[in-house]
Nanobody, 116 residues
Framework: QVQLVESGGGLVQAGGSLRLSCVVS????????MGWYRQAPGKERELVAS???????NYEDSVKGRFTISRDNAKNTVYLQMNSLKPEDTAVYYC??????????WGQGTLVTVSS
C-alpha cells in the first residue's frame, strides 16, 4: 500500500523558515516525479513546486527564490525548504506523486501558519 506522510509544519513568524518532509512508502520512489501543493482556506489547491526523478525542479511564481524542493532517494523523502515566509504562505501543504504507477496519490497534509 502506497503511503505519503508529511511533517514539519507549524507556526512561524513572517520572515522565518520551515522545512517540510514527505516520506513515501510502498512504491519505487526514485522513479517518480513529486510535487508539493498547498491549499489556503477558501482557495483552490495549487502546485507550489515539483521535482522530477532526475532532479529537475519547477516553482510557482510566488515562491521562486524563497522555496526549494529537493529529494533524497535513499530515504524515500522529498523536502520543501521554505524561507522568508509570508502570511500568505499560510496553508495546508500536501505532497503528491506526479508520475509512475501510483500517480495522483496524496499525503494527508501538514499545516503551515505564518503570523504577521
Amino acid at each position: 500500500q502506497v503511503q505519503l506522510v508529511e511533517s514539519g509544519g507549524g507556526l512561524v513568524q513572517a520572515g522565518g523558515s520551515l522545512r517540510l518532509s514527505c516520506v513515501v512508502s510502498g512504491t519505487t520512489f526514485s522513479g517518480s516525479s513529486m510535487g508539493w501543493y498547498r491549499q489556503a482556506p477558501g482557495k483552490e489547491r495549487e502546485l507550489v513546486a515539483s521535482i522530477t526523478w532526475y532532479g529537475s525542479t519547477n516553482y510557482e511564481d510566488s515562491v521562486k527564490g524563497r522555496f526549494t524542493i529537493s529529494r533524497d532517494n535513499a530515504k524515500n523523502t522529498v523536502y520543501l525548504q521554505m524561507n522568508s515566509l509570508k502570511p500568505e504562505d499560510t496553508a495546508v501543504y500536501y505532497c503528491k506523486i506526479l508520475s509512475g504507477t501510483h500517480i495522483g496519490t496524496w499525503g494527508q497534509g501538514t499545516l503551515v501558519t505564518v503570523s504577521s
